[in-house]
């Protein structure tokens, strides 16, 4: 069984079908008078339809969540290749594995590609990174394969942890640190560097949290439109300068 969220479209569609991506859809379909995404947990679809204006259909056949795989392509993101375990390998760049299941992070979305970019940049050999909002563990992974020295990936999304478990596998990096179920005692420490990358109502909402309960050096913020978002984000986490910054149509990181 999954769950619909059906969303009026007019010329806002674009800016829709991505709000429900990065709320965690596992399937986005634009038709002609509507938008619609797939969700695995009754909850978060109910909090999106309230979110963006909506409303909530339930299907009972779970084959369309998957239905993607057979669109699925090779994404570049800096020096990464981001692909299905079922694509061709690019043996001249860092090869990301990826399959997703039922959590966000394919690495079809910019903001994800963004944030591959930053970190490519960003992580030094040995660093301790913390991945909030893992999903996929795409970004954990990344981090891990760029010579990260520990990673902890959290996330609310009981998906999720199969999913980074199984990638970290398919990567070589299966001793990634941990990833234990977001909550006030996992987020906790000293960090090199951390990445979130959410949308900006979760950065309003869980980057206070990270900054008073945890020490990081460094912090890669995705997720957010280019403007306003930006800076709500940064100071969100409350942070003060801006050390690298990148663009990709309407997305930031």
Known sequence: MHHLVVLPAGEDRELLADALWMAGAVGVEDLSAAVRGAFTDSGIAKTVATQLGGTVEVVADPDGLDAWRAHATVHQAGPFTVRPPWLDSHPEAVDLVIDPRHAFGSGSHPSTRLALEILASAVTTGDHVLDVGTGSGI????????????????????????????????????????????????????????????????????????AERTTIGRMVVAGILVGDQEKRAVAAHARTEILDRRADGDWAA
């Open 139 to 210: 970004l954990a992974i990344g981090a891990a394969r760029l010579g990260a020295g520990y990673v902890v990936a959290v996330d609310t999304d009981p998906n999720a942890e199969t999913a980074v478990r199984a990638n970290a596998e398919a990567n070589g990096v299966g001793a990634l640190g941990a990833c234990p179920r977001a909550d006030g005692v996992t987020l906790r420490g000293t960090h090199d560097l951390g990445v979130c990358n959410m949308t900006i109502d979760l950065h309003e909402e869980i980057g206070p949290t990270v």
